[in-house]
């Protein structure tokens, strides 16, 4: 017979997902009491937390368990990388129906250790629940190693526009598995499981960037909180985009512009950010400017190539 939650039970499962967790030295206090305790060196800590909900984020005909664990991870871990700061740290808020597998969390935690151990974060307690649907709740933690963290708000007028990471596969990739269809497997793939620059934020904070943000809503959604924190005009040139083979692919398939995968599609977690026009990292791609807002485009406002983008910039909660 199928063991379930049910049968798991609450605390079964708290000890099966802990079972051999390590924990790396920002961890002073791991699972097992209260609550968790971190160092924090320089007094600051980043936080972040994001939601996955079965049937609007994931669904298990499209994923596995395991994908939706790195998935889970990953959107956070972007987030504090996109601060300039190194992951350390995850909790995580579980809530699924008690007729569920208990195969399946188990599957899962081991997508959120996989993921974490890619940046050496590590997994310091949560919470489960019983629920009507599979909800995942993370919240990530990370250090600053004494850095300023980097803000939405400190683009300049003549900084560069420049990005690190794959923009528009995972778009690509919904857009597959809404149609019914497994290929491209390489879209597909992205759509299931992201990968993060996460390397690339600590270094953009080092090499002087002056803003920075995680692409999880769109390319001109991400950059439109930029532009508006910082209070310029952002340009995107379309002629230093590329669109690689898969999405062309996809799009000629579909009917969808190839283009607007890459300038609206979200969930690949690559980073984006402003910088002089010298201190742009190696390896990071320029795609755009900052200016001065004026009458004819106010300050807040993203354009392509000059002009204002006529179809939605990318995905919105409680859009109708």
Same mark, same amino acid.
């Given at each position: 017979?199928?063991?379930?939650?049910?049968?798991?039970?609450?605390?079964?499962?708290?000890?099966?997902?802990?079972?051999?967790?390590?924990?790396?030295?920002?961890?002073?206090?791991?699972?097992?009491?209260?609550?968790?305790?971190?160092? @924090?060196?320089?007094?600051?800590?980043?936080?972040?937390?994001?939601?996955?909900?079965?049937?609007?984020?994931?669904?298990?005909?499209?994923?596995?368990?395991?994908?939706?664990?790195?998935?889970?991870?990953?959107?956070?871990?972007?987030?504090?990388?996109?601060?300039?700061?190194?992951?350390?740290?995850?909790?995580?808020?579980?809530?699924?129906?008690?007729?569920?597998?208990? #195969?399946?969390?188990?599957?899962?935690?081991?997508?959120?250790?996989?993921?974490?151990?890619?940046?050496?974060?590590?997994?310091?307690?949560?919470?489960?629940?019983? $629920?009507?649907?599979?909800?995942?709740?993370?919240?990530?933690?990370?250090?600053?190693? %004494?850095?300023?963290?980097?803000?939405?708000?400190?683009?300049?007028?003549?900084?560069?526009?420049?990005?690190?990471?794959?923009? %528009?596969?995972?778009? #690509?990739?919904?857009? @597959?598995?809404?149609?019914?269809?497994?290929?491209?497997?390489?879209?597909?793939?992205?759509?299931?499981?992201?990968?993060?620059?996460?390397?690339?934020?600590?270094?953009?904070?080092?090499? %002087?960037?002056?803003?920075?943000?995680?692409?999880?809503?769109?390319?001109?959604?991400?950059?439109?909180?930029?532009?508006?924190?910082?209070?310029?005009?952002?340009?995107?040139?379309?002629?230093?985009?590329?669109?690689?083979?898969?999405?062309?692919?996809? $799009?000629?398939?579909?009917?969808?512009?190839?283009?607007?995968?890459?300038?609206?599609?979200?969930?690949?977690?690559?980073?984006?950010?402003?910088?002089?026009?010298?201190?742009?990292?190696?390896?990071?791609?320029?795609?755009?400017?900052?200016?001065?807002?004026?009458?004819?485009?106010?300050?807040?406002?993203?354009?392509?190539?000059? #002009?204002?983008?006529?179809?939605?910039?990318?995905?919105?909660?409680?859009?109708?």
């Amino acid at each position: 017979m199928t063991e379930t939650l049910g049968s798991t039970g609450e605390f079964g499962l708290i000890a099966a997902v802990t079972k051999g967790l390590s924990t790396s030295a920002d961890v002073l206090v791991g699972p097992g009491d209260d609550a968790a305790v971190m160092a @924090v060196p320089d007094g600051r800590m980043v936080i972040t937390t994001d939601l996955l909900i079965e049937g609007r984020h994931f669904r298990q005909d499209w994923s596995s368990a395991y994908d939706v664990g790195r998935k889970a991870a990953a959107q956070n871990l972007s987030d504090v990388a996109a601060m300039g700061a190194r992951p350390t740290a995850l909790v995580v808020g579980f809530g699924a129906p008690a007729e569920l597998p208990t #195969a399946w969390a188990l599957e899962l935690n081991q997508g959120l250790v996989d993921e974490c151990e890619l940046v050496g974060a590590s997994i310091i307690g949560g919470d489960t629940v019983q $629920a009507d649907k599979i909800v995942v709740s993370v919240t990530a933690f990370g250090s600053l190693d %004494g850095r300023a963290p980097v803000l939405r708000s400190g683009a300049r007028p003549g900084d560069e526009v420049a990005y690190a990471g794959r923009l %528009g596969w995972a778009e #690509a990739g919904w857009t @597959v598995l809404a149609r019914g269809f497994r290929s491209p497997r390489a879209v597909v793939e992205a759509h299931r499981r992201p990968q993060p620059p996460y390397a690339e934020g600590p270094r953009a904070a080092l090499a %002087g960037a002056s803003s920075m943000c995680d692409v999880s809503d769109g390319l001109l959604s991400d950059l439109g909180h930029i532009a508006a924190a910082s209070q310029v005009i952002i340009d995107i040139h379309t002629k230093a985009l590329t669109v690689p083979e898969p999405l062309q692919a996809v $799009a000629a398939a579909t009917g969808v512009e190839a283009l607007k995968f890459v300038l609206t599609g979200g969930e690949d977690h690559a980073l984006v950010g402003t910088f002089e026009p010298a201190d742009v990292p190696e390896g990071w791609t320029v795609i755009g400017s900052v200016a001065e807002g004026n009458e004819e485009r106010p300050a807040g406002t993203v354009t392509v190539d000059g #002009a204002p983008y006529a179809a939605d910039t990318g995905h919105a909660h409680f859009r109708s």
